[in-house]
């Protein structure tokens, strides 16, 4: 039988400690631009990611 072990799967692009605060402070500034949210994370953090990644951390983070 096989076992499964922990953390097998794919690393987490986005940290939801020290990542989060800088979405939360973009998401802030721009409520209704959650493009424009994106395009100046993405600078900010400088990782490419996209935007269905992005999104996806704001639901599932409750941003």
């Not at 990782?47 to 599932?60: A, D, E, G, N, V």
Request: charged share 30%; glycine share 4%.
């Amino acid at each position: 039988m096989v076992t499964r072990k922990a953390g097998a799967g794919r690393k987490a692009i986005l940290n939801k400690t020290s990542d989060k605060k800088v979405i939360e402070e973009q998401i802030g500034l721009y409520p209704h631009q959650p493009k424009k949210a994106y395009a100046i994370t993405i600078e900010k953090l400088s990782i490419q990611m996209s935007y269905k990644t992005f999104k996806r951390f704001l639901k599932k983070y409750s941003i």
